[in-house]
DNA sequence: CTAAGCCTTACAGCAACAGGAAGGTCAAGG
DNA sequence: CCTTGACCTTCCTGTTGCTGTAAGGCTTAG
């Protein structure tokens, strides 16, 4: 099957396919005789498999790993369960971070005239020389 | 004064501030007889603007209206109030998104076994052939 | 013969910087 | 005078996960 078959079953652009295979996230398909290339059955499982991942917002180093859990029948699922784990903290982070800034902002937006005077509560602040805030905990990026 | 000392009163990296000046979001310094950047008062008030409006999440384009704004005393407040609250709901349409894979990754998690077997609900979920759900409303980036 | 619709490779660009190389400058110490 | 170290300069590369574009080859229909 030719890439763009491939790209329709999997629902990932060709284009995000052969990036796939060139940063060896999957493995390069056999070659037909003019050179295009053909997917198999369990190609298109790993394709489908790293669309979701990709959705659940796993990076690709993390589909990396997931999709070598998928393809070993060894794994044992507490691997899997970490792997998971560990994603769901990080987007828990990520949450808490843009909460507050929301907080942050619906402050700034409330204390602002919004009329047509230039006095603004928003720009005052901003411009306000507040603290270099050293983040208080841990610097996880 | 030199950037690194603007550095310091501002809070941002030097190489932050060179690179803000090659896209013209800050006007280029004076220079020193010996090719030194060499920055007033005005600009150290700029680059503490910038840099608390990029810790509240606006975007490099979204800086220069802001700067734009905070430069000009004909400004009148709704414009600002209008810029932030577009962000806020940027912000907030943001978190919607984060949450609802947030619950997904939650979902996930609470269904694998975490043991020893191989056998994995995560890796089931993500193996199966699920919809190339369409998102439900217009695409924003 | 030509046009379309596939396919191939390779390179550029996005955001917002960070890191490093290669070199000039400046102040202090011996 | 020379060296050392801490500045400063520019330029280039790398990051993440692709997307866009160019330039060309293959295939099939009209």
Redesign the pocket.
Known sequence: M??????KLSG?????I???ESIDLISPPR???????CYEADDIASLCF?RQA?QFG??????RLLLDLYKNPQRRSAEVHQLVSDKLEEVDAHIRELADTRELLAKLVGACANDDDADCAIIDRLASPQEQSQEREGSQQ
């Open positions: 030719n890439i763009s078959e491939a790209a990932l652009p060709a284009k995000t052969r990036y796939y070659r037909a005789a003019n050179g295009y290339r790293l990709r796993f990076n690709i180093d993390q589909c």
